[in-house]
Every structure is written in structure tokens, then in C-alpha cells.
């Protein structure tokens, strides 16, 4: 890497920082990219030159927190009770990190989640990343015989990653929600999801 590489990298990591700092005291509603660049020591012009806008720095200044408490979540799963418990494990470590700032989370999803796949690259990764990591447990419990070996083991992790989605929505409007009371809807809606609602008989 060249002198300019470095100089670049370091500048990045530094407006990183910088926003990563106001966004958690201030809020990223009331953060300007001017305010970021004041505690950064650059001009916003700099900014511009390496985060497209707000949302783009936004997207990228949370997604190492994102993916450090998803990996703390994935060390400590309980891979032998199973893939019910296995992801309402994952799920509570992850309202639990929510929970330290929804409404800057909150913003984070709201701004970002809808957008196209260009516009929030990192999110994007991360989401793909853990979808394929859900996928692939699944496809471990299909060799125990607690799967049935024809079912769809990506489609099936993204119908989880939507129910998670729905209640994690949910968890970061309403601050009377608790992670245990979030966790345990989250937890029942994933059994009926994981049973099924249909009753196959004769004729069906």
C-alpha cells in the first residue's frame, strides 16, 4: 500500500470514528455531515469523497458493532439444543445490543434498508453473510434428520431473517418492549413458523 493508500485509510478511519462518536451522542437525526467533519478535523468536502451522504456513513460507521455482536452471538450459540434454541439465542443477543440505542438503530434501519443494494454495501454483506451462516446450520440439522432433506435451507433462513425482522421493527418503536418479552415473541412465532400451520391429511 502506497503513502497516499495509508494517508486515505487513515482519513477514513478517522471520519469513521468521528461519526461513529456523534451519531451515539447526538443522534444521526440531528448529526450534520458538518458537525462529523468538525470532530473529525476535515473539511465536509472529505467526507463526500469517501461516504456518498449521511446514510452511506451511517450504514458504515454501525456495521462493526453490527457484525462484533453477531459474532459474540455465534460463539456462544447452544449448537446441541438444537435449531429452535439456536436462534432464539442469536436473536436475544442481538435485542440485547439493540437495546443499548434503539432510536440510533431505529434511524440506522429506517434509512438504509429500503435502499438499493449499491447504496448500503456494507449492511448488505453483513445480511448475506449471516443468511448463508443460517443456511448452512440448517443444512447441518438436515443430516441430523431433524430437517426434512427436501426443504429450501436459504429460503428457509431468509422466511427466519423476516420473522426477526418483523418483531426486531417492533422492539425498536415501542421502548415499553422488553428483550425478554421481544425475545419470547420472537421465540413462539419462530415455533409455529418452524411446525407449521397446516394440517396435512387424506386428500391434501
Not at 493508500?5 to 478517522?14: Q, R, V
Not at 469517501?50 to 447452544?78: G, R, V, Y
Not at 422466511?159 to 418492549?177: A, I, K, N, P, Q
Request: hydrophobic share 45%.
Amino acid at each position: 500500500m502506497s503513502r497516499r493508500d495509508d494517508s486515505k485509510a487513515e482519513t477514513k478511519a478517522l471520519i469513521l470514528g468521528a461519526a461513529r462518536s456523534m451519531f451515539w451522542e447526538k443522534g444521526a437525526d440531528r448529526c450534520t455531515i458538518r458537525d462529523i467533519a468538525a470532530e473529525a478535523g476535515v473539511a465536509p468536502a472529505t467526507i463526500i469523497v469517501h461516504f456518498k451522504n449521511k446514510t452511506a456513513l451511517l450504514d458504515a460507521s454501525l456495521h462493526e458493532d453490527i457484525e462484533k455482536a453477531f459474532s459474540k452471538a455465534q460463539a456462544t450459540m447452544p449448537i446441541e439444543d438444537g435449531l429452535h434454541a439456536v436462534l432464539v439465542h442469536m436473536v436475544s443477543s442481538m435485542f440485547s445490543f439493540y437495546d443499548r440505542n434503539r432510536e440510533l438503530y431505529r434511524i440506522q434501519f429506517r434509512d438504509t434498508f429500503f435502499e438499493p443494494d449499491h447504496e448500503n454495501p456494507t449492511m448488505i454483506k453483513l445480511l448475506k453473510e449471516k443468511l448463508e451462516l443460517i443456511a448452512i446450520m440448517i443444512e447441518q440439522e438436515k443430516s441430523k434428520g431433524t430437517v426434512r432433506a427436501e426443504a429450501d435451507s436459504f429460503l428457509a433462513a431468509s422466511s427466519f431473517f423476516f420473522l426477526y425482522l418483523g418483531v426486531l421493527g417492533d422492539f425498536l418503536r415501542d421502548r415499553e418492549l422488553s428483550v425478554a418479552s421481544a425475545t419470547e415473541r420472537l421465540s413462539i412465532i419462530l415455533d409455529q413458523h418452524l411446525t407449521g400451520i397446516l394440517i396435512f391429511g387424506e386428500g391434501s
